[in-house]
């Protein structure tokens, strides 16, 4: 198992004629996933990197059976394109744009939550099993299969994350950029919610930053009886009080916000917190050690 994608994921690129979408139908195709459909509206595209292109999601899935879409338009497109591959049907959609109205972000969070569907992003890399599927365009050599799942605010800070796992020797089973805008598709407390109910997933890497509450939810999880053991790293330790960084949710406007206090109150829940990059690898397999202790 893995968490949202596998092997039988069939994938849908709404955007496919662009610079970005042609790149990763080629991409997600390399790595083994099912890419069944794109979407090219007003454009007169047939074919896309072999790919067969519709000119609405609707057709898309009833001819193609797509049941995950991977969205590439500007924010100002983002409502319409998303909520219409979620009316089409698709269970899995990862939108990576930057710059979503946040008005426009809860509109989409909740038509999801309406039909049963799991949003990725805004802001986000998409979603990676490693060895099985993808629905992003974070770089697939980062990444090996194995025991751990992911969960990141940060893209960049992911993909150097799985590098350093990999040569490590911990593979991934999922690995899920939540994002980094105040109001996700999918938070950090739903992502755990999916990885605890996988089997594969033995333990579990947070990758958190300053401002929002994300990892106050991770520490409350980490709390709980039977909470697969957990790690994680917080970047933003040097952050001035007041000053957006990268995110728009990078930002101290309190003492909470601030990586000192999230530090401790994962420390207080048993979480494995690295200092640093050098130390990540260090706390994740302590978590993992630590999960082979239980079941034995």
Same mark, same amino acid.
């Given at each position: 198992m893995s968490v949202l994608i596998d092997q039988s994921t069939r994938v849908l690129i709404y955007g496919i004629a662009g610079n970005f979408g042609r790149f990763s139908a080629r991409d997600l195709v390399a790595t083994g996933t099912q890419v069944v459909a794109g979407i090219a509206p007003g454009k007169d595209e047939r074919e896309v990197e072999?790919?067969?292109?519709?000119? %609405? &999601?609707?057709?898309?899935?009833?001819?193609t059976g797509a049941d995950a879409a991977l969205v590439y338009v500007p924010a100002p497109s983002a409502l319409d394109a998303v909520l219409e591959v979620i009316d089409a049907g698709c269970k899995v959609i990862v939108y990576p744009g930057d710059g979503l109205p946040v008005?426009?972000?809860?509109?989409?969070?909740?038509?999801?939550?309406?039909?049963?569907?799991?949003l990725i992003g805004p802001n986000t890399p998409g979603v990676i099993a490693p060895g099985k599927?993808?629905?992003?365009?974070m770089p697939s050599f980062c990444y090996t299969p194995g025991p751990l799942g992911v969960i990141s605010r940060s893209g960049s800070l992911s993909y150097e994350a799985g590098w350093r796992l990999t040569t490590a020797g911990m593979g991934q089973a999922t690995v899920i950029g939540i994002g +980094? %805008?105040?109001?996700? +598709?999918?938070?950090a407390a739903e992502a755990l919610e999916l990885m605890?109910? $996988?089997?594969?997933?033995?333990?579990?890497? #947070?990758? +958190?930053?300053?401002?929002?509450? $994300?990892?106050?939810?991770? &520490?409350? #999880?980490?709390?709980?009886?039977?909470?697969?053991?957990?790690a994680a790293l917080i970047v933003g330790a040097a952050a001035p009080p007041g000053k957006k960084m990268g995110h728009a949710a990078a930002l101290v406007g309190s003492v909470a916000d601030s990586q000192a206090a999230k530090v401790a109150a994962l420390r207080q829940?048993?979480?494995?917190?690295?200092e640093n990059l050098r130390e990540l690898t260090n706390a994740v397999r302590c978590a993992l050690e630590r999960r082979k202790a239980a079941t034995h």
């Open positions: 072999r790919v067969p292109v519709f000119q %609405d &999601a609707r057709t898309a899935c009833a001819r008005q426009d972000a809860v509109e989409l969070r909740a038509a999801a939550m309406r039909k049963g569907a799991v599927a993808k629905l992003g365009f +980094g %805008d105040p109001v996700k +598709g999918t938070n605890h109910a $996988d089997a594969e997933t033995e333990a579990i890497l #947070y990758l +958190g930053e300053i401002g929002g509450a $994300d990892e106050y939810a991770v &520490a409350r #999880y980490a709390e709980q009886p039977g909470a697969k053991p957990t829940a048993c979480v494995h917190v690295a």
